[in-house]
């Protein structure tokens, strides 16, 4: 059975809707069109980035994405020692000189971007990081936020269990 991390039992808690989430991507892609920064590729953090990267992809009408991925977070607030990266590896070769705008769902303690930013920047690329959430004890900040919160975040995505067969 997949695993789900349940926060009901948190009193306080950041709920990001569906619709709520439409609205942050629209923001936070108009906040980087607004830099003036214009990314040949869009990089996912797996698992958790991979939506607001599609969505900032369609947003900035960026073709080109990819995924890197990481785990780190084990359960409501309980993480591995270090962040892992996972296989497939990110095709690092097709990088080279290239702008990266790297997507994540939210900055933490910042460990995992800052391992995936560390990554991407040895294999020459010009690289900018997006959360739709930071929190105020990361160690990195990134380029462009959408919200700021110290609070538990449900996003749309994860908020229920995985389904499971019924037959």
Same mark, same amino acid.
């Given at each position: 059975m997949a695993y789900h991390a349940d926060s009901s039992e948190l009193d306080q808690k950041e709920i990001l809707t569906w619709e709520g989430f439409g609205t942050a991507q629209r923001e936070l892609a108009q906040q980087i069109a607004d830099s003036g920064f214009n990314p040949d590729i869009i990089i996912a953090v797996a698992r958790g980035g991979?939506? $607001?990267a599609g969505a900032l992809s369609y947003s900035l009408g960026v073709k080109l994405s990819d995924a890197i991925n990481v785990e780190f977070y084990t359960d409501v607030q309980e993480t591995l020692p270090d962040p892992v &990266? &996972?296989?497939?590896l990110l095709d690092t070769d =097709?990088? =080279?000189n290239k702008k990266l705008l790297v997507v994540d769902d939210v900055a933490d303690s910042g460990r995992t971007l800052h391992l995936v930013l560390n990554l991407l920047k040895q294999h020459g690329a010009e690289v900018r990081s997006a959360v739709l959430y930071g929190? =105020?004890?990361s160690e990195?900040? $990134?380029d462009y936020v959408w919200k700021h919160t110290?609070?538990?975040i449900v996003f749309p995505w994860s908020a229920e269990p995985p389904v499971n067969?019924?037959?």
């Amino acid at each position: 059975m997949a695993y789900h991390a349940d926060s009901s039992e948190l009193d306080q808690k950041e709920i990001l809707t569906w619709e709520g989430f439409g609205t942050a991507q629209r923001e936070l892609a108009q906040q980087i069109a607004d830099s003036g920064f214009n990314p040949d590729i869009i990089i996912a953090v797996a698992r958790g980035g991979l939506l $607001p990267a599609g969505a900032l992809s369609y947003s900035l009408g960026v073709k080109l994405s990819d995924a890197i991925n990481v785990e780190f977070y084990t359960d409501v607030q309980e993480t591995l020692p270090d962040p892992v &990266l &996972l296989e497939p590896l990110l095709d690092t070769d =097709s990088i =080279s000189n290239k702008k990266l705008l790297v997507v994540d769902d939210v900055a933490d303690s910042g460990r995992t971007l800052h391992l995936v930013l560390n990554l991407l920047k040895q294999h020459g690329a010009e690289v900018r990081s997006a959360v739709l959430y930071g929190k =105020s004890r990361s160690e990195i900040a $990134p380029d462009y936020v959408w919200k700021h919160t110290d609070e538990w975040i449900v996003f749309p995505w994860s908020a229920e269990p995985p389904v499971n067969y019924q037959g």
